[in-house]
């Protein structure tokens, strides 16, 4: 192993880590955001919803969970080409993304809805408050202290799950680190780094969202 | 949208897909074998009252938990030789993905074992068993049965993470999907096809797990 | 002048099994009514009837002359009310629950604000003038900055009931205010309740607490299997009861 030598190189490509780092951030932010508010809608037609919208999305959360992201990744991205969608790779990565990432989050707003005691429900419209107002005020506060551990959670997850999208070409930190490895055979070095580089964006994503946690909790 | 649905060349192909879930299991199940063990013992590691020992454990598992899973695999498969350790695709492969379940089996079980009454340990002092002893025959044992549906779980993510052999030519489910998918063209057929045997055989794993679960769980 | 609460007729069922098989109940300004009856009777399905918590299939029940939850409209149909209709009619009625059901992510001034701000449409400041008002009245101004979880079950039903009665409704309903609590806590939650009924607040009141129902109440109702089985004042009640039943159920429960 030649240090120097790895510094070097680092430094010469440092542009195109960073843009490949600057793609997966990307990445992440937009299928951690889309994902999560079709995952919110999701969580609300699970609890709320009539039988026949339960039953349907209940079939598309179990299929989602189901499939591994890297299928899901590819089927996005070698169907959507053929019914005539002219997604690039990275749109279609970014869909696959968002479609599981709904999946997870659907899940766990189901799941902190359901926790909140009936007699929240239940004193919120004996003060005279709509559903909506109910909702609003009440149980969406109380279920989001819940559901933050486990989204920052799934944060992380699509953070790690963004590096099967350099398998369909999408430049982002992996893919652009493996090119500089085809460059300088350095890939003990280089793939420790761009390990690390995951390591420290996760532990950022964990820490702030620790900090938040603390900063909201309620005795 | 007008696309003739045409199943006949994945049908032909049929065995090669069973050839590549087949393996796919074998690595799953090997690999959940050794994480097992690397996870009691990273588990046990946490929970020491050596620093060194402790340190270790917490770093190994926060490091592999926070690393993607794709640049392990890549990591062991290319960059490990230059260390001397070269393994082939297979090896490699359950190589990594041990290591990788035994992080997150190390937090399961680490915290398994936490919610362990105290008196566990006491009782069997009280009958003479030594420490050795009573870890092997109570506390694991008990922690095991109490932990069997995250155990469950974590066998059926790394089932669907085994799809990422793939991606270093270990011939999986997946790998035989995207030939198909080259060679025929028949994008969507493969695609759905591979995605149903996927949804289809976890929730099979699901429900067969938790039968065993049934099985072994405590009565109270 | 209109009663505060006229109850006709109600029926309600749970799937196949009748719960309420028909109850006459009529309150006026000031009445503090306290239901008793073993458990399963119906006592608690009546109050959430009237808070409209429950729907019911038969009967009518009106709150100060208006028919609440429900219209006749063509023929003798009747369809529930829209839900912003049905909101403002529960505003009318004040509701403490047996749990409490204090939000746990507002404190206690935050929690009696809520309503008065969402459905009374006050402004903040008025909002909390008001709710401290309340909170100083039950006892708990010292605490109103503090979270559900920071105090003792006693407290919480006291910040409850000031919660309910914030919004100025025309009844309070209390369900077994105390029967979740230690038995050291009960006295300072019934000493409000106590101060609301001699104050002139009109009260339905579902107690297992014998020896206060006679207390406070103006009337004592016995529910027996969905019906009321008797009825009168407390010193009738209490003093001298008429049926079996009464009997032996008033020689079960110590006063
Ligand atoms: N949501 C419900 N679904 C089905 N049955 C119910 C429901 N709520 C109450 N019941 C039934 O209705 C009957 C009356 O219940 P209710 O809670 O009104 O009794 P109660 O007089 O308040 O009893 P307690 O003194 O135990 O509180 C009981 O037989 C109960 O099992
Ligand atoms: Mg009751």
């Known amino acids: ?219 | 949208m007008n696309y003739d649905f045409n199943f006949s060349v994945i049908w032909r192909n049929w065995d090669l897909l069973a050839q590549g879930l087949g393996l796919g299991l074998f690595l799953a199940i090997v690999s959940i074998a050794i994480g097992c063990g690397i996870g009691l013992l990273a588990a046990f590691g946490m929970l020491s009252r050596q620093k060194t020992l402790r340190w270790i454990a917490v770093a190994y598992v926060s490091a592999i938990r926070n690393t993607p899973i794709l640049v392990l695999i890549l990591f062991c498969y290319f960059a490990l030789p230059q260390l001397g350790i070269a393994l082939d695709k297979i090896s490699s492969f359950i190589f990594t993905l041990s290591i990788y379940a035994g992080a997150y089996l190390a937090e399961v079980f680490r915290s398994g074992l936490v919610a362990l009454p105290k008196g566990l340990r006491e009782a069997g002092l009280a009958i003479g068993l030594t420490e050795l002893k009573i870890k092997t025959n109570i506390i694991i044992p008990v922690m095991f049965r109490n932990v069997l549906p995250s155990l469950s779980n974590n066998f059926i993510s790394l089932f669907k993470d085994t799809s990422l052999a793939a991606a270093i030519a270990v011939p999986d489910l997946t790998f035989y999907a995207r030939k198909i998918n080259v060679e025929s063209f028949r994008v969507i057929e493969t695609w759905m096809v591979a995605s149903m045997i996927y949804v289809v055989v976890c929730y099979m794993i699901a429900s067969l797990l938790r039968r065993l679960e049934q099985r072994l769980a405590i009565p109270r | 002048m209109s009663p505060i609460l006229n109850i006709s007729g109600l029926h309600k069922s749970f799937g196949q099994v009748e719960v309420l098989k028909g109850i006459d109940l009529t309150l006026q300004q000031g009445d503090v009514v306290s239901l008793i009856g073993s458990s399963g009777s119906g006592k608690t399905t009546l109050l959430r009837c009237v808070n409209l918590l429950e729907d019911f299939e038969q009967g009518e029940i009106e709150l100060v002359g208006e028919t609440i939850g429900y219209r006749e409209s063509s023929g003798s149909q009747r369809r529930r009310l829209p839900e912003r209709e049905i909101a403002r009619q529960r505003a009318m009625t004040g509701m403490a629950f047996q749990q409490f059901n204090l939000f746990p992510h507002m404190t206690a001034v935050q929690n009696v604000m809520l309503g008065l701000i969402k459905t009374k449409r006050m402004a903040k400041d008025e909002a909390r003038s008001v709710a401290e008002k309340w909170l100083e009245r039950v006892g708990m101004e010292a605490r109103r900055d503090h979270f559900p979880g920071q105090l003792s079950g006693g407290q919480q039903q006291r910040v409850a009931i000031a919660r309910a009665i914030a919004m100025n409704p025309q009844i309070m309903l209390f369900d077994e205010v105390t029967s979740a609590l230690d038995p050291e806590l009960v006295a300072e939650v019934l000493a409000v309740v106590r101060d609301l009924a001699n104050d002139g607040m009109t009260m339905l009141l579902v107690t297992h607490e014998m020896r206060f129902a006679r207390d406070v109440s103006t009337k004592v109702v016995f529910m027996h299997q969905g019906r009321i089985h008797e009825e009168g004042t407390s010193e009738e009640m209490f003093g001298a009861p008429k049926t079996e039943r009464l009997q032996g159920f008033l020689a079960n429960s110590q006063i």
Not at chain 1, 12 to 30: C, F
Not at chain 1, 94 to 115: D, K, P, Q
Not at chain 1, 212 to 219: D, G, H, L, M
Request: net charge positive; charged share 10%; glycine share 8%.
């Open chain 1, 1 to 219: 192993m030649n240090f120097s030598l790895f510094l070097a190189e680092l430094w010469n490509a440092r542009m195109s880590l960073i843009n490949g780092l600057g793609n997966t951030v990307l990445i992440s932010v937009v299928s951690v955001l889309l994902g999560s508010i079709l995952g919110v809608f999701i969580g609300l037609v699970m609890t709320y919803g009539g039988w026949f919208t339960r039953f349907s999305v209940r079939l598309y959360i179990d299929f989602l969970r189901g499939t591994p992201v890297f299928v899901l990744i590819l089927a996005c991205f070698y169907i959507l080409s053929v019914v005539g969608f002219d997604l690039s790779a990275f749109q279609a990565g970014v869909l696959a993304l968002t479609l599981f990432c709904s999946s997870h989050v659907g899940e766990i707003v189901r799941g902190a809805l359901i926790a909140i005691p009936k007699g929240q429900t239940e004193a919120a419209k004996s003060i005279g408050l709509t559903f909506g107002q109910t909702f609003i005020y009440v149980l969406l506060p109380q279920a989001l202290r819940q559901i933050l551990p486990t989204w920052v959670n799934t944060a992380t997850e699509i953070v790690k799950a963004s590096t099967l999208l350099s398998i369909i070409g999408v430049v982002e930190l992996l893919l652009a680190t493996q090119q500089v490895i085809s460059r300088t055979y350095l890939s003990l070095e280089f793939y420790f780094f761009a390990g690390f580089v995951y390591f420290l964006l996760n532990f950022v994503i964990e820490q702030a969202g620790r900090a938040v946690e603390r900063r909201i909790s309620v005795p």
